[in-house]
C-alpha cells in the first residue's frame, strides 16, 4: 500500500502557475502508473494527466493538455503537476493516485490515493 499527499494548492488569479506536489510513502512509486484527478464544485471526479513509470509516457486530458505538466522524480517518490495559464474551470481538488502497470483514465484503476489539495483560481 501506498500513502500519498499532495501539496501546493492554494489561490491563484487567472493566468497564474502553480505546482501541485504529491509525496509517496510506504512504497516506492517506480514503475507505478502514477496520476492527477480534480473534482470541481458539481462536478464528478475527472481524469487530468498521467505518467508512465519510466517518466516518458504521458497522457492529459484535452481540458488541460498544453497548460499543465505532468512528472515525477522517482529518487524522491515525488510526481508533480505544473500548471500553467490557470483559468476559473480549474477550480477543483487536485488528487494523486498511484496504480499498476494497466492504469489508464479511470479512477477504479487505481487503489492508492492522497487526500487532496484545493486549488483556486479567480477571474
Known amino acids: 500500500q501506498v500513502q500519498l499527499v499532495e501539496s501546493g494548492g492554494g489561490l491563484a488569479q487567472a493566468g497564474d502557475s502553480l505546482r501541485l506536489s504529491c509525496l509517496a510513502s510506504?512504497?516506492?512509486?517506480?514503475?507505478?502508473?502514477m496520476a492527477w484527478f480534480r473534482r470541481a464544485p458539481g462536478k464528478e471526479r475527472e481524469f487530468v494527466a498521467r505518467?508512465?513509470?519510466?517518466?516518458?509516457?504521458?497522457y492529459y486530458a484535452d481540458s488541460v493538455k498544453g497548460r499543465f505538466t505532468i512528472s515525477r522524480d522517482n529518487a524522491k517518490n515525488t510526481v508533480y503537476l505544473q500548471m500553467h495559464s490557470l483559468n476559473p474551470d480549474d477550480t477543483a481538488t487536485y488528487y494523486c493516485?498511484?496504480?499498476?502497470?494497466?492504469?489508464?483514465?479511470?479512477?477504479?484503476?487505481?487503489?492508492?490515493w492522497g487526500q487532496g489539495t484545493q486549488v483556486t483560481v479567480s477571474s
Open positions: 493516485a498511484a496504480g499498476p502497470y494497466y492504469s489508464t483514465i479511470y479512477a477504479y484503476e487505481y487503489a492508492n
Open positions: 510506504g512504497r516506492t512509486i517506480t514503475r507505478y502508473i
Open positions: 505518467i508512465h513509470w519510466s517518466g516518458d509516457s504521458t
